[in-house]
């Protein structure tokens, strides 16, 4: 099954000063993508408009651009998607903590 998404990551950013809290969304900046199903080694998937998720056989870095984030405290954050074509049942989310 195939699945696309498009997707952003919204960061709510809080002060130690005051109550307001503030909605930031960072764009993604880049992508790729590791394939593990045999045959479709060679399809890539960085760039593109939407991400490809199929179960656990596709997996996908992202790249935010977090420079709204200095020098400030984020309070909670979310990644949204967008279902194309098709429900997915699990993602499993993980970081990177090294540059790529």
Known sequence: ??????LSVVALLGSVTCAAVETVRLPAVRDTSIVLVDG?????????ARIRI????HIVAMGFDA???AG????GAELVCRRVDADIRAVTIATISAPW
């Open 72 to 75: 400030r405290a984020v309070v």
């Open 1 to 6: 099954m195939h699945r696309t998404l498009p």
């Open 67 to 69: 420079a709204a984030l």
């Open 40 to 48: 479709e080694e060679a399809e890539r998937q960085g760039g593109l």
């Open 54 to 57: 199929k179960g656990n056989q």
